[in-house]
């Protein structure tokens, strides 16, 4: 599909919203479940941007508000302004209103995703749709109060977001012309979500199935999984085997001499990394994983991909301009390899002007990153989610596994820093409720109707969707699963079909349901 020109759009390039190994800025403590990001589209001036007809309309960084209700179980408690973004560039009437949320970030910065340089973009294009940025509850500056106090955060939970777009979708007034004439009883509304917000496209279609006709759920983990070990095993699998090899070998010898009460050996290792001061050997462990988790910003599209990851693997393995062969170059070099690199080079990238302790320790529960309380802490509120609903704890592989994470990260590790997050909720360390939100919105299991799911290979957050390897998930014709060479929701982007034909597969076969279904849609009857 083309994507239009100077003039009307220009093919822009994309960037990491929030780079998965986190910056460490006082807002965000050491060793934290990652988030599962979507990335924002850049979107430079550009000319006026106009309907179908040539009528000039708002430009795409309108911000429009919606009141919300705070608590959809008591009415009565109120609302709140729930920020969303909006365009009809595209639209006719009869065609369907697409909308998404970026998920667990704050949302302002996402109107590319309005465009057609995304897969909601390019359905609103073929189709003749409006599109819709909507900002997920407690996240950015959509609030029900002003602070993320326990407290206030008592409202935000799954169900809470799911039924956010059906009151949204049933009584929010668009600014398009009849805008108030397209709710899901007047027109097809297809939901589209990626990562944690492709999750939520799946809940939604389980939870209300009538409320949107279709939806497009690029990896969506749906089953929530309280020690997610898959998330680096993947990236074991796919990263280079020399890297993967010497990662291995180094991770294996620092559980070793753990594990053998070693302390000439550990305090050995802590130097070469200047983590001396660390006194808990769980924060060295997690942070000798942290350059793993640059894999989730890697795409196949040079303009959308940041090498981050390779540049840590290159450090390992190239040697007086020489590549390390497939089996790596060996404990001796590899250690004091990323040794001097982690000194000279990431340290101060992670944590700028900060002591080893206040960086990646994370046993003083006093810090900020577990009191700040401020909104738009979007950190904050992803660990509201993880610590009661969903976990996703990225930890060290069981035994008998290779891993290039250490054992010594376990639930625990994190549980328990759910406690300094949250000590007003949870006096000892909580285990997330995973089985009953696979429960009530059936994980693995989900079946809809008329619910597209895309999926990448090399996506770290893979064994948590419906394409985990081992779970046999079959595509049918009400349910489509397409599964291309990428990473994480990469056929959401216009970019990479352009150079991957897998995930170009990816979107054709998605886009094709999408028409099929809506030719299907009929506007239900007064009485239905």
């Known amino acids: 599909m083309a994507v239009r020109s100077v003039g009307a759009l220009l093919l822009l390039p994309f960037f990491a919203s929030v780079a998965s190994a986190i910056v460490r800025n006082g807002k965000v403590g050491a060793n934290i479940p990652r988030m599962q990001l979507v990335k924002k589209v850049d979107l430079p001036h550009v000319g006026p941007v106009v309907d179908r007809n040539g009528t000039e309309i708002p430009p795409y960084n309108t911000t429009y508000y919606f009141e919300q209700l705070i608590d959809h179980n008591n009415p009565s408690l109120g609302t709140f302004s729930q920020r969303y973004w909006h365009t009809w560039e595209f639209y006719e009437p009869g065609g369907p209103i697409i909308i998404t949320t970026p998920g667990e970030q704050d949302a302002d910065g996402f109107e590319g995703y309005l465009t057609n340089l995304t897969i909601m973009g390019q359905i609103a294009q073929e189709q003749n749709g409006a599109t819709i940025v909507l900002e997920h509850r407690y996240y950015g500056y959509s609030n029900p109060y002003n602070n993320l106090s326990v407290a206030s955060l008592k409202y935000h939970t799954i169900q809470q977001a799911i039924d956010d777009f059906d009151y949204f979708a049933y009584n929010v007034k668009l600014a ?49 999984i309280i020690n997610y070990w898959g998330y680096f095993d993947i990236i074991r699998q796919y990263m280079p085997a020399n890297c993967s090899a010497d990662v291995q070998a180094i991770v294996g010898y620092f559980d070793g001499i ?19 001061a660390l006194t808990h050997l769980d924060d060295v462990g997690g942070a000798l994983a942290d350059p793993l988790y640059s894999w989730q910003d890697l795409q196949p599209s040079s303009e959308l991909s940041d090498n981050a990851f390779f540049e840590f693997c290159d450090a390992l393995e190239v040697k007086d301009g020489e590549n390390a062969p497939p089996q790596g170059w060996g404990l001796e070099h590899a250690l004091q390899a990323y040794g001097s690199w982690w000194t000279s080079t990431y340290y101060e990238t992670i944590c700028p002007g900060q002591g080893v302790v206040e960086c990646l320790g994370s046993y003083d529960p006093t810090q900020d990153i577990y009191t700040d309380i401020s909104i738009n802490n979007a950190e904050r509120s992803w660990l509201w989610i993880v610590c009661n609903e969903m976990g996703f704890y990225q930890d060290g592989a069981p035994d008998g596994i290779p891993t ?7 639930p625990i590790y994190e549980e328990r820093q759910c406690t300094y997050y949250f000590p007003e909720a949870f006096s000892t360390p909580p285990t997330p409720q995973v089985n009953a939100t696979n429960a009530a919105y059936h994980g693995w299991d989900v079946q809809s109707e008329r619910l597209f799911f895309g999926n990448g290979l090399r996506d770290p957050w893979r064994d948590a969707t419906v394409s ?31 150079v991957d034909p897998t995930i ?19 506007a239900p009857t007064p009485s239905s």
């Open 176 to 224: 398009m012309p009849r805008g108030d004439h397209v709710t899901p009883a007047k027109a097809p509304w297809i939901l589209v979500g990626g990562s944690y917000a492709g999750a939520l496209t799946s809940f939604t279609k389980v939870n209300k199935p009538d409320l949107f006709w279709a939806a497009w759920s690029s990896s969506g983990v749906v089953e929530s």
């Open 258 to 276: 753990v594990a053998k009460n070693d302390t000439s050996a550990i305090d050995a290792l802590k130097a070469t990394f200047n983590m001396t």
């Open 404 to 410: 290039i994470a250490s054992r010594l990260i376990q």
């Open 468 to 498: 985990a390897d081992g779970r046999g998930k079959r595509s049918t014709p009400r349910q489509p699963i397409a599964v291309g060479d990428g990473f994480h929701c990469s056929e959401m982007y216009t970019a990479n079909a352009e």
């Open 504 to 522: 170009a597969l990816v979107q054709a076969e998605g886009r094709k349901a999408m028409h099929k279904w809506l030719k299907s849609w009929k």
